[in-house]
Structure formats: C-alpha cells, structure tokens
C-alpha cells in the first residue's frame, strides 16, 4: 500500500492541513449522499453539519488513510411512510437533487462519490440486499415523484449522452461485493446489471457517474476518480448498514491508492490548507 497522502503532509511539516487536502490535480475528498432510512442514518456521522451530527463529524482522515469523507442526506420528521420526500439535502425530489449536487459538489470537489439510496430487495432475500449498481441509465422516462413538477426539469437529464444510454460504476464493484460478504456483517453483497430503478435513486446514481464522466481527465483541477450507486434493502438495519459502508470505503481508498498521483512536497506545501466545509441549514 502507497504512503497516505496524510503521512506526506506530516513530512512537509504541514499537520493540521488534511481538512482541505488537495493534490495537484484532485482532492482527497470522499463524497457519501443517502435518501431514506437507513441510509440517511448508516452516513450520519459523517456529516459536517451539527444539526444533524451533534456527535462531531469523525470523516476527517478517515481511519489514517488521508481521506475526508462528507455525507449529505435528508431528515424525514414524522417517518419516511408519511414524509416520502424529506427535509434539507438531497429531499426525493427531481429539482432538489439536481440544485443540491449541483452545490455540493462545488463545495466538496470530490475525488470519489458513493450514493446510496433504499431497496426492497430481491424476493426472498430477506430485505438485507447490499445491491451495486453497475449502470444507471440516462432515461426519457421517470417515475412522479412527490410534489409539482413531478418530472426532471431536463429528460433526458444528461445532453452529452444519448437518450437512454447507459453509463457505468467506476467503484471497484467486485472487491467490494467480496469483502462485505466475506464480512459477515448481516448484509448480502450482489452486483446488479439491470440499472436503479426510473426514480430517484437511478436518478441521483446517474448523477454521480454522470459527475465522475465530468470529472475524469488528468488535466481537471478536482479529478474525480471513481463514482457509483448502492442500494440497501429495507431490513438492513443502522448498524449493518454503518459497517458495510466502512467496508465499502476500505475498498474504495484502496483502490484510490492506485490511481490518485501521490502529490510531491512541493505541491503539499504550496496547495495543501485547512478548510471549514459550508453547510446550508434548513
């Protein structure tokens, strides 16, 4: 394994700066969005914002890897059976998802970026799916969602692909699908062909390969390296759910140990600064 891009801040003298890590051509900035339960609560305590994590924010330098992970997501008051479409980042809705994204990825800048969103699961799975996506589809069609206008202000959302085209996961699928099940954490890992769904969890998943295509070239300041979608069944419960996502993101920096340029000192010294992320409260 590659030294972190933490351990190169401590030899240029430099503690303090992994808040806003950046290297010459990204950040090292792990992006995690979720909708209902229990994926808003599986990413809770990576939130920034005290309102919703008034236990701290424990993303930064995730596990001494030199990663930040961030997450953004939805309260649903009353219930998610009574309030489907939620409160604050990343409501289920069409034009809330895109001007959220829109934001906070301008905010993050992410190297890497997982959605998550909820699933009833396969039939006779018992509702404990950990399901990677691996395409989300630039569709002409969505299902309502739960206010006017019910329908993306773009369909297809994205004008650079064709209509209904496929784009594809670029997180390391099988190495994750194989250590959360050899785990055992109470989930089953499986890598789904078929696409999200025509709701907003396609939606959103879309948006996030949709972002990574964006953000791909070597040339761009913030290159993101990898994006993709889970969708976790309705039976898997908070803490199931909090150590599959931890599996999920050891895979993930491994694999983002091999792609991301170590970043030189010199780079270090004169790019690397702490940062505050801004949060938006509603």
């Not at 009833?120 to 206008?149: F, H, L, M, Q, V």
Request: charged share 15%.
């Amino acid at each position: 394994m590659r030294t972190s891009p933490l351990a190169y801040l401590v030899a240029a003298g430099s503690m303090g700066a992994w808040a806003g890590l950046a290297g010459a051509a990204s950040t090292y900035n792990i992006m995690l969005t979720g909708y209902w339960p229990p994926t808003n609560e599986m990413v809770r305590h990576f939130s920034t914002n005290p309102d919703q994590n008034p236990g701290g924010w424990q993303g930064g330098n995730w596990q001494g890897r030199g990663y930040n992970v961030y997450s953004y997501f939805p309260e649903f008051p009353g219930g998610a059976g009574v309030n489907s479409k939620g409160e604050g980042d990343f409501e289920v809705d069409y034009q809330d998802t895109t001007a959220d994204w829109a934001r906070i990825t301008g905010q993050v800048k992410p190297c890497a970026i997982v959605t998550f969103s909820w699933t009833s699961g396969r039939i006779n799975g018992g509702g404990k799916d950990w399901e990677i996506e691996n395409r989300n589809r630039n569709r002409t069609s969505w299902i309502n969602d739960y206010e006017a206008p019910y329908q993306p202000d773009r369909v297809p959302p994205d004008d650079s692909m064709a209509p209904n085209a496929w784009r594809y996961s670029s997180l390391p699928t099988l190495a994750i699908q194989n250590a959360v099940n050899a785990a055992g954490v109470g989930v089953s890992a499986y890598i789904d062909n078929n696409g999200g769904g025509s709701f907003l969890s396609e939606f959103i998943g879309y948006h996030g390969l949709w972002y990574q295509a964006q953000h791909s070239s070597p040339d761009d300041p913030f290159q993101c390296f990898a994006a993709g979608h889970v969708h976790v069944g309705s039976k898997v419960t908070i803490e199931e759910g909090r150590a599959a996502t931890h599996i999920t993101l050891d895979q993930l920096m491994n694999y983002l140990d091999t792609v991301i340029p170590t970043p030189g000192t010199a780079a270090l010294w004169g790019v690397a600064a702490a940062w505050t992320m801004r949060r938006r409260r509603r």
